[in-house]
């Protein structure tokens, strides 16, 4: 096996980072993390990262990434280090190395395949992310955010985007195992955290049943390794679970090879500020 170069992934709890997170946890690839939080001065409009740990200000972030957000992979060291940012491409890329691991996640190596996967990517990312989730809890990026309804407007037109995509990705689950081709690849990885993000969502179960990971379709379309389940916690922790409950709703069966929920619908929340954290840095 090659060796993989040195990398380090700059993510943030709640974010999409932690689809390349899972992935090299998957696949084992060694990597240095820097968990990135927002900053007193930053908000859902104007987004601020720093390092939680207070060893990265937001001004050195720049130098990294001018854009400021997460993922941004540095893959190796020194003056020769190169910054791959934007989800689609630090997906890639993290895949890439996973397969020189043996873990192949692009699926089988034809043209129709990859493409199928790079659809994928670029719909979720540009679209569901980006005009629906972004839309939803960052209205500011949209519009003047001063303006109480036209915020509104914009929050309802990001949720009828989740609406569509949810169905359209549901429609292409039906009797399915995996979104692409018959084995798990990265855009399983990153359905996996996009259900998550709408899952207080009511009745999001019954509308979206393919989809829904609390019904016995569960284990056949979301990440089949115990190898992802250390790095839930600090990722769902402000995004999913309230506080007092984290860490109590699944075990790994390694008889069977997936997540088990320990009972149904246990996984959601109704909580109040349980997204928040998600919505803030998003």
């Not at 540095?74 to 689609?88: F, Q, R």
């Not at 679209?127 to 036209?150: E, Y």
């Not at 999913?240 to 008889?255: A, G, I, R």
Request: aromatic fraction near 12%; charged fraction near 20%.
């Amino acid at each position: 096996m090659a060796t993989p170069p040195p990398l380090t992934l700059y993510s943030c709890k709640g974010s999409c980072a932690f689809i390349p997170h899972a992935i090299l946890a998957h696949a084992g690839v060694p990597f240095s993390l820097v968990m990135m939080k927002q900053a007193p001065d930053g908000n859902r409009t104007n987004s601020r990262l720093e390092a939680a740990d207070g060893s990265l200000s937001h001004e050195a972030f720049l130098t990294i990434n001018p854009r400021g957000y997460v993922p941004t992979l540095v893959v190796g060291s020194g003056p020769d280090a190169e910054i791959i940012t934007e989800l689609p491409a630090v997906v890639t890329y993290v895949a890439s190395v996973a397969a020189d691991q043996g873990h192949n996640l692009l699926g089988a190596p034809d043209h129709l395949t990859r493409a199928r996967i790079a659809e994928w990517l670029a719909w979720t990312s540009g679209t569901l992310l980006m005009t629906g989730f972004a839309a939803m809890w960052r209205p500011g990026r949209f519009a003047d955010d001063s303006d109480a309804a036209t915020m509104e407007n914009v929050k309802r037109r990001g949720s009828e985007v989740v609406s569509k995509s949810f169905a359209t990705i549901d429609g292409k689950l039906a009797g399915k195992h995996f979104a692409v081709g018959d084995g798990l690849t990265v855009v399983d990885f990153a359905l996996y955290l996009y259900w998550w993000w709408w899952d207080d969502e009511p009745d999001v179960e019954t509308r979206f049943p393919n989809y829904a990971h609390d019904s016995s379709q569960y284990h056949l379309y979301y990440p089949k390794t115990s190898n992802i389940n250390p790095i839930l916690g600090p990722y769902r922790w402000d995004f999913v679970y309230d506080p007092d409950l984290s860490n109590t709703f699944y075990t790994f069966s390694q008889e069977r090879g997936f997540f088990d929920p320990i009972s149904p619908g246990a996984f959601r929340t109704n909580s109040p500020g349980s997204f928040e954290h998600a919505r803030g840095i998003l």
